[in-house]
């Protein structure tokens, strides 16, 4: 795969490292996706990278830590060892979720093997690896961050929250679930390890460079894309309003007011929903858990003015949470659920994202139907599934399996 995504951060580690930093977060006026700036493309055409040019919008400070890396090897050598760690992770994170609430699959391989193979075929997935986007790493550095919680290594879990969550900030939602669930400890660690590598940002890399993320950071969250790749809440509302060129495109358009507040009181509102939850039916529990971590994620996601395709790779973990439900509980009505989401992620139903053809049967936002359903169902199970009691039979058996 050409990994168009995964060249930003390249491209931005050899910036760094030629001390080019005023170059780090150039961007075109017009479209989001185009970068036309001579050092990038210089640093593309010596590095043997010749797909096409993203502009880099994450924290300086991953640029930095990459550093070693992106020194010792050209790009194809670079895309293709997060290739496989973007595989690994993926692998990673399904295991995870199956070990902490899904444990019908570790009990039946068939079933995790069978997962993996229609989860190969969804589209969010197929785009990840076309981009070579790294979400699958910080999607891993989440979930590992909600289990070490759960394990009480506190230190650990605020740790690598902190830093899924500097680099793609969406994670820190999570922060929120341990405050209203209880583990105030992880989220202490979580505010205390955010705290030290926003410190650490302008000591290493200079206040000015520091300053240019957050001037960049404050321009992309009040961008407006309707491209067909973004599929979030605010693409959904305004589409109708612009042409069928601009849902092609990547165009950049203001985000209005009323878009950015209802999405902040759509994800409050979720929050709200748990805090009542857990003040009803008890705090640390790991069927409750399962649902509130999953659905602040998805809202988090859906909610933000800019959710690309491949982030839809997050539904692994409540597919797994309510495929286990399901198959246990013998519902059926919720396996016929987890199948629309899952064909609304897989083309035709979903827009082909490398090709963006559409067919009279494609959904141009089918992800964004399939995470609103998502939610919506786990709002419904309101952590009374999987059922404790079977949770908590099920941690001797998951240790026989280890």
Known sequence: MPGDDLSSSYIACRILAEGKESHLYSYDPEYFHIIEDPVWVEIAEKTAFHGFLHPYVQTPLWAYILIPLCTAMNFQAFNLLFLVLNFISIAATVWLVAYQWAPSFLAKPLWLAGFLTVFSLMTPTYYMAFLNQTHPLFLFST????????????????????????????????????????????AISFLIWSIVLGILTPLV???????????????????????????????????STYD????????????PTIAKILGICLTGLVVLYFIIVYKRKGKNLSSLEAV???????????????????????????????????????????LIIVGIIVLLNIWPAAIDPVRHHLYPFTIIRSHFYSGIICL??????????????KLESADEKRSNLI
């Open 143 to 186: 979930n590992l961050a909600v289990f070490l919680a759960s394990r009480k290594k506190d230190l650990l879990s605020g740790l690598f929250l902190a830093i899924a969550a500097v680099i793609k900030l969406t994670p820190a939602i999570v922060a929120v679930h341990w405050l209203i669930s209880g583990q105030r400890k992880s």
């Open 205 to 239: 890399l200079g206040g000015e460079t520091s300053v240019a993320y957050l001037s960049n950071l404050n321009r992309i969250s009040n961008v407006l894309l309707v491209s067909y790749n973004n599929q979030s809440l605010a693409a959904w509302l305004y589409s």
């Open 244 to 255: 069928l060129s601009d849902i092609l495109d990547w165009r950049m358009y203001p985000l």
């Open 292 to 334: 509130s971590v999953s659905s602040l994620l998805i809202a988090s996601t859906i909610f933000t003015p800019i959710a690309w395709t491949h982030y839809y790779i997050i539904l692994a973990v409540p597919l797994l949470i309510m495929i286990d439900h399901g198959l246990g509980a013998r519902k059926l009505w919720l």
């Open 376 to 389: 919506c169902i786990l709002l419904i199970m309101d952590g009374s599934s999987p059922d404790v009691s």
